[in-house]
C-alpha cells in the first residue's frame, strides 16, 4: 500500500442503530481509516436515522475510526446548526469529524422540509455561502455577515478540538462547484465519473469512461487552483465507489483495481459500501460471512493498521 492512502467505509443510516455500530467497531478492528454517514430523508422509499445525532454515538463507540458525512444537505440546516452539529461531534469524538457537504442534485429532499425546489444555480450558491460561513463558524470565531442566501449575526460557537478546524470535504462533479472545492475545500470528494440517477448502485456508464471523465474533473480543479495560486497538492482526493460494474470489496483484484486506477490521478482515499449496495438495496440483507471474509483478507494484505480478529 503506498504511503498516504486512506480506505473508508459508507453506512446508510437506517435502523437498527446496533447494526451499524456493530459494523463500525469490525471495519475499525479492520484498520479502516474513517466512516462516512450520508444524509438522505426519502430515497427508494425507505426510512433513515438523523446523522449528525448517529455521529455522536458512533464517537463514543470507536476510538481511532474518523467520522463525517457523505455528504450533509444543504436543505434542512442553517450553517450555524451545522456548525453546530459538527463541533459537538468534534468534542464528543476528541477531534475525529469531518464535515462533507456538496450542492446536492434533483430532488434533494425538499418537499418534506418544505421548501421549494432550488435550481442548480442556486444551490451552487447556497453551498458557497455555506462554505464561507462554516469555515468561520467552525473555528469558534464571532461571526456577523450577510450572503446571498444565509446571514449571521453574533454567531459565536464553541472552539473546535480540531485546529484550525474540522476539515471541510466538498463533493463535486460540475465546472461551478469545481471551483468552490479549489477556493474553500480540505478535501474533494467524486462519484469517480458515474453520474446521479435514480437507480441505486446501477452503473449508467463504463468504468472507462468513468476514469475519463475524472481525468477530466482532475485538471479542472488543478487549473482553478492555478488561477488563484493553489497548490493543488493541498486539497485531499476522495473516490467513492459508487455505481461500480464489480464491487471493490469482492475480490483483492477487483479492490487493486479500483484503487489503482484512481490513484494513478492522485487519489489517496477510497470509500466503500459496508455493507455493500446489494446487500443494502436489492436483497436487503446484511454480509454474509464470505462477503466478510473476503474483506478481511483485503485488509490483511493491504492495510496498514489491520488488526488480528477479536
Request: charged share 25%; with cysteine; aromatic share 8%.
Amino acid at each position: 500500500m503506498p504511503r498516504g492512502q486512506r480506505f473508508d467505509i459508507l453506512s446508510f443510516p437506517m435502523p437498527d442503530y446496533d447494526a451499524i455500530e456493530r459494523e463500525w467497531q469490525w471495519a475499525e478492528r479492520l484498520g479502516f481509516d474513517q466512516g462516512w454517514i450520508p444524509e438522505t430523508w426519502t430515497m427508494s422509499n425507505r426510512s433513515y436515522l438523523e446523522p449528525w445525532t448517529i455521529l455522536s454515538a458512533l464517537a463514543r463507540a470507536t476510538s481511532t475510526l474518523r467520522l463525517g458525512t457523505l455528504v450533509a444537505l444543504l436543505v434542512p440546516r442553517h450553517p450555524t446548526l451545522l456548525a453546530g452539529h459538527v463541533l459537538t461531534v468534534d468534542q464528543v469524538s476528541k477531534g475525529r469529524v469531518e464535515l462533507g457537504i456538496g450542492a446536492g442534485d434533483v430532488p434533494t429532499d425538499s418537499g418534506i422540509f418544505g421548501t421549494a425546489q432550488w435550481s442548480a444555480g442556486e444551490r451552487v450558491e447556497r453551498l458557497e455561502d455555506q462554505l464561507q460561513l462554516l469555515d468561520a463558524l467552525l473555528r469558534g470565531r464571532s461571526v456577523t455577515s450577510t450572503g446571498r442566501h444565509y446571514s449571521v449575526t453574533g454567531a459565536h460557537l464553541p472552539e473546535p478540538v480540531q485546529r484550525p478546524r474540522p476539515p471541510l470535504v466538498v463533493a463535486a462533479e460540475g465546472r461551478k462547484s469545481l471551483r468552490l472545492v479549489a477556493r474553500h475545500a480540505d478535501a474533494w470528494v467524486t462519484l469517480g465519473g458515474q453520474p446521479q440517477t435514480p437507480e441505486r448502485g446501477v452503473p449508467t456508464i463504463s468504468e472507462a469512461e468513468g476514469l475519463r471523465t475524472t481525468r477530466e474533473r482532475v485538471g479542472m480543479l488543478e487549473s482553478d487552483c492555478r488561477e488563484i495560486g493553489r497548490d493543488p497538492r493541498e486539497i485531499r482526493r476522495i473516490v467513492l465507489a459508487y455505481r461500480r460494474h464489480v464491487d471493490p470489496l469482492s475480490s483483492l483484484e477487483a479492490f487493486d483495481e479500483f484503487v489503482g486506477s484512481y490513484a494513478e490521478m492522485g487519489f489517496e482515499e477510497f470509500v466503500f459500501y459496508w455493507p455493500s449496495i446489494l446487500a443494502t438495496f436489492r436483497e436487503q440483507r446484511g454480509m454474509t460471512a464470505s462477503e466478510r471474509s473476503t474483506a478481511e483478507r483485503i485488509a490483511a494484505v493491504r492495510f496498514s493498521k489491520a488488526q488480528p480478529r477479536a
